[in-house]
Nanobody, 126 residues
C-alpha cells in the first residue's frame, strides 16, 4: 500500500506562487511515478503533470506547462509542484496520485492512477 499526503496549499493572490508537496510513504523501495491533478467545484478532475520514479521523465498538460513545474527528491520521498503566475481559475483541490506499479502512465488521466492523496486546497483570490 502506498500513502500520499499533499501539503502546501492555501490562499494566494493572483500572480503569486505556491509550491505543493506530496509526501510518499509505504512501498518506497520502488520509486513510483507521481502525478498531480486538480479538481474545481463542478468540474472533472484534470491532469497537470507527471514525473517518473527516477525524475528523468516528465509529462505536462499543454495548458499547464508554462506555469507549473514538477520535481522530486527521492531522498525525501517527496514530489513537488511549483506553481507560478497563479490565476483565479487555478482555484481547486490539488491531488497527487500514483499508479499501482512502477510503470510510467501512458496518459495523464485519473484512470491511470490507483493511489490518491486527500488533496490540498488552493485558492487564488485578491
Amino acid at each position: 500500500q502506498l500513502q500520499l499526503v499533499e501539503s502546501g496549499g492555501g490562499l494566494v493572490q493572483p500572480g503569486g506562487s505556491l509550491r505543493l508537496s506530496c509526501a510518499v510513504s509505504g512501498f518506497t523501495d520502488v520509486q513510483h511515478a507521481i502525478g498531480w491533478f486538480r479538481q474545481a467545484p463542478g468540474k472533472e478532475r484534470e491532469g497537470i503533470s507527471c514525473i517518473s520514479g527516477s525524475g528523468a521523465s516528465t509529462t505536462y498538460a499543454d495548458s499547464m506547462k508554462d506555469r507549473f513545474t514538477i520535481s522530486r527528491d527521492n531522498a525525501k520521498n517527496t514530489v513537488y509542484l511549483q506553481m507560478s503566475g497563479l490565476k483565479p481559475e487555478d482555484t481547486a483541490v490539488y491531488y497527487c496520485a500514483a499508479p499501482y506499479g512502477s510503470w510510467y502512465p501512458q496518459k495523464l488521466a485519473p484512470t491511470e492512477f490507483d493511489y490518491w492523496g486527500q488533496g490540498t486546497q488552493v485558492t487564488v483570490s485578491s
